[in-house]
């Protein structure tokens, strides 16, 4: 199979045919329009056989994922998902592995109504990367640097799933079926991320870790934060491994939860729980932010929980 062949059969026509999509696959380059009034948001990601996923993933799992963090980066900016480009490096063109892969990518574009318009293809190591474009109305989107002292920190579904479902398989241990669908494929908050526009004041995707990803969002705007871990929203299994070990690691630090992490004024969150509860997505107010630098996270016996990590690096000393 070539390499124009691999792209006919395989990436020509993913995603639905969108009127702002003037020219897609199969040029020099995608010709789009972006409507008037209207800001592109665009992400990208790159995603590593060995880093990211296993290499005996399945891979529908991994096109799935490799377009899921980046709208879950569109999520979290109050963007509308409309266009991706895919840039593909496989060891060899294996139709099954890239049939499946192609089939988990297309599922996900036309749930979120996202046009494939370009990419690339080689030879080498299998790494996938996903550049996003999504549309948002001009001044609209959530950015991090907007929290305030008062607000409530909120955050949606519950953390450390993933991370306890990576653990699990790094152990070569049975993992829950549910655990690690939440591990290979995350659903990305599009739905609550496009509601939150006008009511959320900062806003950030949980891909590091709460603690970490939070830390931007207080960067950014310049203040502190006091967490109540009594509040977490945790699955039963990560709330067991919490009880036996006293560790709060995978909750605050683990990573992939693909969750918002967003801020709120009180007076506002009412009507942020009435969305939520349309959209079927969980919603709870797990902290505060304060004028004070740092961040306190304040464990169910009232005492203070000292934070070791601030989330996953890639570039950092590894224990």
Same mark, same amino acid.
């Given at each position: 199979?070539?390499?124009?062949?691999?792209?006919?059969?395989?990436?020509?026509?993913?995603?639905?045919?969108? @009127?702002?999509?003037?020219?897609?696959?199969?040029?020099?380059? +995608?010709?789009?329009?972006? #409507? *008037?009034?209207?800001?592109?948001?665009?992400?990208?990601?790159?995603?590593? !056989?060995?880093?990211?996923?296993?290499?005996?993933?399945?891979?529908?799992?991994?096109?799935?994922? /490799? %377009? @899921?963090?980046?709208? $879950?980066?569109? !999520?979290?900016?109050?963007?509308?998902? !409309?266009? /991706?480009?895919? @840039?593909?490096?496989? *060891?060899?063109?294996?139709?099954?592995?890239?049939?499946?892969? /192609?089939?988990?990518?297309?599922?996900?574009?036309?749930?979120?109504?996202?046009?494939?318009?370009?990419?690339?293809?080689?030879?080498?190591?299998?790494?996938?990367?996903?550049?996003?474009?999504?549309?948002?109305?001009?001044?609209?989107?959530?950015?991090?640097?907007?929290?305030?002292? &008062?607000?409530?920190?909120?955050?949606?579904?519950?953390?450390?799933?993933?991370?306890?479902?990576?653990?699990?398989?790094? +152990?070569?241990?049975?993992?829950?079926?549910?655990?690690?669908?939440?591990?290979?494929?995350?659903?990305?908050?599009?739905?609550?991320?496009?509601?939150?526009?006008?009511?959320?004041?900062?806003? =950030?995707? %949980?891909?590091?870790?709460?603690?970490?990803?939070?830390?931007? =969002?207080?960067?950014?705007?310049?203040?502190?934060?006091?967490?109540?871990?009594?509040?977490?929203?945790?699955?039963?299994?990560?709330?067991?491994?919490?009880?036996?070990?006293?560790?709060?690691?995978? *909750?605050?630090? $683990? &990573?992939?939860?693909?969750?918002?992490?967003?801020?709120?004024?009180?007076?506002?969150?009412?009507?942020?729980? $009435? %969305?939520? @509860?349309?959209? $079927?997505? #969980?919603?709870?107010?797990?902290?505060?932010?304060?004028?004070?630098?740092?961040?306190?996270?304040?464990? *169910?016996?009232?005492?203070?929980?000292? =934070?070791? &990590?601030?989330?996953?690096?890639?570039?950092?000393?590894?224990?």
């Amino acid at each position: 199979m070539s390499e124009f062949e691999l792209i006919r059969d395989f990436f020509a026509d993913i995603g639905p045919v969108r @009127a702002d999509v003037a020219l897609g696959v199969g040029d020099d380059c +995608a010709l789009l329009t972006v #409507p *008037p009034a209207h800001e592109l948001a665009v992400s990208l990601d790159a995603l590593v !056989a060995g880093i990211h996923f296993f290499p005996d993933c399945d891979p529908a799992a991994i096109g799935h994922k /490799s %377009l @899921a963090v980046g709208l $879950s980066d569109l !999520a979290a900016m109050g963007a509308e998902p !409309a266009w /991706s480009t895919l @840039a593909l490096t496989l *060891p060899a063109a294996d139709r099954d592995w890239i049939g499946s892969f /192609s089939a988990g990518f297309a599922a996900l574009s036309a749930r979120y109504g996202i046009r494939l318009i370009g990419g690339d293809t080689t030879r080498g190591p299998l790494s996938v990367t996903v550049q996003v474009h999504g549309l948002v109305p001009v001044g609209a989107a959530v950015r991090r640097n907007g929290a305030r002292p &008062g607000d409530l920190i909120c955050v949606s579904g519950t953390l450390g799933d993933a991370g306890l479902a990576l653990c699990g398989l790094l +152990a070569g241990i049975e993992v829950e079926p549910a655990l690690r669908q939440r591990l290979e494929y995350p659903t990305p908050r599009v739905e609550l991320g496009l509601a939150l526009r006008g009511l959320a004041t900062a806003m =950030i995707d %949980l891909s590091d870790g709460l603690a970490g990803d939070l830390g931007h =969002i207080l960067t950014a705007s310049g203040v502190g934060a006091e967490l109540d871990l009594a509040r977490l929203p945790l699955s039963l299994p990560v709330a067991e491994v919490i009880e036996q070990t006293d560790d709060w690691s995978l *909750p605050l630090s $683990s &990573g992939d939860d693909y969750e918002l992490c967003f801020c709120v004024p009180p007076g506002r969150f009412d009507a942020v729980q $009435s %969305l939520a @509860a349309e959209l $079927s997505c #969980p919603v709870r107010a797990v902290g505060r932010i304060r004028a004070e630098p740092g961040l306190i996270c304040r464990l *169910p016996d009232g005492g203070i929980l000292t =934070i070791n &990590g601030a989330g996953y690096d890639h570039f950092a000393v590894q224990p």
